[in-house]
Each structure stands twice: as C-alpha cells, then as structure tokens.
C-alpha cells in the first residue's frame, strides 16, 4: 500500500517537552500538510510544505514548526506542549496542485497526548 | 475571519431514512471538497465541485453547490449502518489551503 505512512501512532508527552512527529506521503505526491484534530473537531490546517519550504501556514503559533525533506517525507515539531496540544495530529499528501481536483489522501494520524 | 461552517452537528436517522448535511463559507470559494471519517478512522476524500450550481452523484450520495458558491450539501438516500461516521466540507483559503468544517456526526440505527 503506497498510502499515506504517521508515525509513532500515539505518543504520551509530558507538559514542557517537545515532539517530532513524522509523515511519508503517498507515493508520488510532492505536498504534506499537517493538521490538528481535537476530539469532536474538524481538522484545524496548521501549514503546507512543497519543495522542502513552508508555504501556507494556519493559525498557529511558533512552537508549532516542521520540515519537508528532499524525498517528500514531513516531520511536525511542537515545542513546550501544553495540555491543550492534546490531539490527533493529521498528515495529508497531495500532488501540487492536485488538491483541487484529488483532495488530500491522509494518513491514520499520531494520537497526542499531553499530560 | 475564513471560516466554513456545517449544521447540523449530530444527526440520528433510523436505517432507511435520508440525511443530509449542510456547509456554508464566509467568502466565495473556488471549489469545495467533502470528506468522510469513519469513527476511529481518517477522512477520506468524496468528491469536489467547482462549478455554481454543480451536482455530482456518487450511488445514494448527491452533492451540490450553491449558485453563489458559498454553500454546498451533501445528501444520501436511504441510509445504511455503512454510512455511519462524520462528514466534512472543507474550501480552500489560500493556495492548496483547505480548511475544514467542524462536520456533521451521523449515526445510522439498524
């Protein structure tokens, strides 16, 4: 299955620590976007990256930054989690600019919890 | 500020019944996606529409979009315990920038 690959799956963090959390995207797609799903929530966009840049980024704060490597694959970093970085942290692939006509192809999520 | 909104937030319908949901956006959108996430689960594109006025089908699925491309529903015929989950709009705002809706939860009784 050439899909969209999370990892870890579910992760427990202690208030104050940091977190990387990473992404293979579906073969063949270019762009990651990160979302932030909290319980009962839509998917809250938190940036896109292409050719290994940020190029959108949602409203969130600093401590929240990421990275694209040469071959697609995206990590997340959140530093100084607060409980309220509890969530299910959402990777989504797509082809630049397919997006508009494909939609996202999204991973199954890193479960983050805050403690 | 950008914002796409659904209603309702739940709905429960006995097997057999229809459902349909509905998004409205702040702004005029070039197009507009749906999703469906199973409970547990991630979502998984169903369909965009970009033309005013545009209906697609998909089996008892029908979706459309507003004249003014600032609204959309998503509707299905005759639930099925299969259609259980939540379904999102999601528009763009900003290049390839999709945000979604806080979607619509059904629940499908046997």
């Known amino acids: 299955d050439a899909g969209v690959t999370q990892s870890p799956t579910h992760l427990i963090k202690t208030r104050g620590q940091q977190v990387t959390l990473r992404c293979s995207p579906k073969?063949?797609?270019?762009?990651v976007s990160w979302y932030q799903q909290a319980l009962g929530q839509g998917p809250q966009f938190i940036f896109q990256?292409?050719?290994?840049?940020?190029?959108q980024r949602g409203n969130f704060p600093d401590r929240f930054s990421g990275h694209q490597f040469p071959n697609y694959s995206s990590e997340l970093n959140v530093n100084a989690l607060l409980l309220g970085d509890s969530a299910l942290y959402l990777c989504?692939?797509?082809?630049?600019?397919?997006?508009?006509?494909?939609?996202?192809?999204f991973g199954s999520g890193t479960r983050l919890t805050v403690v | 500020g950008q914002q796409v909104m659904q209603i309702p937030q739940y709905q429960h319908v006995q097997e057999g019944e229809d459902f349909t949901t509905y998004c409205n956006s702040s702004t005029t959108l070039s197009n507009i996606q749906w999703y469906k996430q199973r409970p547990g689960g991630h979502p998984v594109f169903l369909i965009q529409?970009?033309?005013?006025?545009e209906v697609k089908k998909q089996k008892r699925l029908t979706f459309q979009f507003g004249e003014a491309k600032k609204n959309s529903s998503l509707h299905i015929t005759a639930t099925q315990t299969t259609d259980v989950g939540t379904y999102f709009c999601?528009?763009?705002?900003?290049?390839?920038?999709?945000?979604f809706g806080s979607g619509t939860k059904l629940n499908v009784k046997p």
């Open positions: 999601a528009g763009p705002f900003g290049f390839n920038k999709f945000y």
């Open positions: 989504a692939s797509s082809l630049d600019p397919g997006t508009d006509r494909y939609g996202y192809t």
């Open positions: 990256y292409y050719e290994e840049e940020e190029r």
């Open positions: 073969s063949g797609h270019d762009t």
């Open positions: 529409l970009v033309k005013s006025g």
